[in-house]
């Protein structure tokens, strides 16, 4: 069963930056397209946005709404995905989740990391 372990939410001001971590388990990062997404307040499990996505041979690609702000890298020693996020905004608010894209299945999402932007 894969594992994927998100780290590095706050509680941050409009502008500030963080950088979240998704660890993952049974699975090797470098053959493997690897995304983040958010759920917004209020907002459904199946209304979760795409924040970024990094494929196995590392190609990257983003929401328009996060271009230029956000970046996803991965550590393949560490088998680790990132997520820096710099001049975060209030609508940036939300729970972050670590996907694997080959899989739909439950353990291919992790638990989330909350982050929360104040204006």
């Known amino acids: 069963q894969v594992q994927l372990v998100e780290s590095g939410g706050g509680l941050v001001q409009a502008g500030g930056s963080l950088r979240l971590s998704c660890a993952a388990s049974?699975?090797?990062?470098?053959?493997?397209?690897m995304a983040w997404y958010r759920q917004a307040p209020g907002k459904q499990r199946d209304e979760r946005e795409l924040?970024?996505?990094?494929?196995?041979?590392?190609?990257?690609n983003y929401a328009d709404s996060v271009k230029g702000r956000f970046t996803i890298s991965k550590d393949s020693a560490k088998n680790t995905v990132y997520l820096q996020m710099n001049n975060l905004k209030p609508e940036d608010t939300g729970v972050y989740y670590c996907?694997?894209?080959?899989?739909?299945?439950?353990?291919?999402w992790g638990q989330g990391t909350q982050v929360t932007v104040s204006s």
């Open positions: 996907h694997l894209l080959s899989r739909s299945t439950a353990d291919s």
């Open positions: 924040v970024a996505v990094i494929t196995g041979g590392g190609y990257t």
């Open positions: 049974r699975i090797d990062i470098r053959f493997n397209g």
